[in-house]
C-alpha cells in the first residue's frame, strides 16, 4: 500500500494533474448547469429553489467524477494525497468563481457574497467542502 509516500515528486505532479481534471469536469458540468438553471429552472421556481435543486445534480457529477479523477490518475490511497487532489480542485474552482464568474455577472466580491441567498449560501458552502473531500471519500480501501 502506498499510504506512507510523501507529497513530493512523482506524486506532486499526479496530484496536481488530478486536481486539475477533478477540477475541469465539475467546473463545466457546473457551468452548463448554471446556463440551464439560470434560462430555465429559475424563471419558473425562483432563485433559490433553483439554486437549491442544482446541489444534488451536481453531487452527482462530483463523485464519479473524484473517482474517476483520482482512479484515471492512479492517485495512491493515502489520505493526504487523496485530500490534496481535492484541494487542488477546490483552489481552482474558487480561483475560477471569483475572476471568471464574478466578470460574466459584473459583480464584486462584496455584492457578490452580499447577494448570496443565506440558505443557498450555506448549501454552497457545504457542497465546496464535499467537493473538497471527496477524493479522500472515494477512496477504494481495497487498492
Not at 500500500?1 to 467546473?27: C, D, E, R, T
Not at 463545466?28 to 424563471?43: E, K, N, Q, S, Y
Not at 490511497?77 to 480542485?89: E, I
Request: glycine share 8%; charged share 10%; proline share 5%.
Amino acid at each position: 500500500m502506498s499510504s506512507g509516500q510523501p507529497l513530493a515528486g512523482h506524486s506532486s505532479l499526479q496530484i496536481l494533474k488530478a486536481g486539475i481534471l477533478y477540477f475541469a469536469l465539475v467546473f463545466a458540468a457546473g457551468f452548463v448547469l448554471g446556463i440551464i438553471r439560470t434560462i430555465w429552472i429559475a424563471p419558473h421556481f425562483g432563485t433559490r429553489n433553483a439554486e437549491l435543486m442544482e446541489a444534488p445534480v451536481m453531487l452527482v457529477v462530483i463523485v464519479p467524477s473524484a473517482r474517476w479523477a483520482a482512479g484515471c490518475l492512479t492517485i495512491p490511497t493515502s489520505w493526504a494525497q487523496r485530500l490534496a487532489v481535492g484541494l487542488v480542485a477546490l483552489g481552482l474552482l474558487l480561483l475560477a468563481e471569483f475572476t471568471v464568474v464574478l466578470w460574466i455577472r459584473g459583480f464584486t466580491i462584496t455584492q457578490y457574497l452580499a447577494d448570496r441567498d443565506p440558505v443557498v449560501g450555506m448549501v454552497y458552502v457545504v457542497m465546496l467542502a464535499v467537493f473538497a473531500l471527496m477524493p479522500l471519500l472515494v477512496v477504494r480501501r481495497s487498492d
